[in-house]
């Protein structure tokens, strides 16, 4: 954060990632992923096992940890925090 509100001060503007930006790393991801999976069983094993309990989780993540994170973003833009 230091480092973003000195390149903020300075003029430089901070821009989310762009949508084809974040798609192309995750399909880049899961190319590695899918390669590593397929040459090391353990890797496959965990990494399986995460990605189930990842989809599971963000039903969670939707109603609880987005909700409150928005609700904390707009109580910093309001000077709150």
């Keep these: 954060p230091d480092a973003l509100k000195k390149i ?4 430089g503007k901070i821009l989310p990632w762009p949508q084809d930006v974040m ?3 995750f399909a880049a991801a899961n190319e590695v992923y899918a390669e590593t ?3 090391n069983p353990t890797f496959k094993k965990v990494y399986d096992s995460m990605v189930a309990f990842r989809a599971n989780q963000y039903l969670w993540f939707q109603f ?3 909700t409150m ?3 904390m973003m707009g109580q910093q833009r309001q000077g709150m925090l």
């Design 8 to 11: 903020a001060s300075e003029g």
């Design 23 to 25: 798609t192309a790393a």
């Design 37 to 39: 999976s397929a040459k």
């Design 64 to 66: 609880s940890e987005y």
């Design 69 to 71: 994170d928005t609700f």
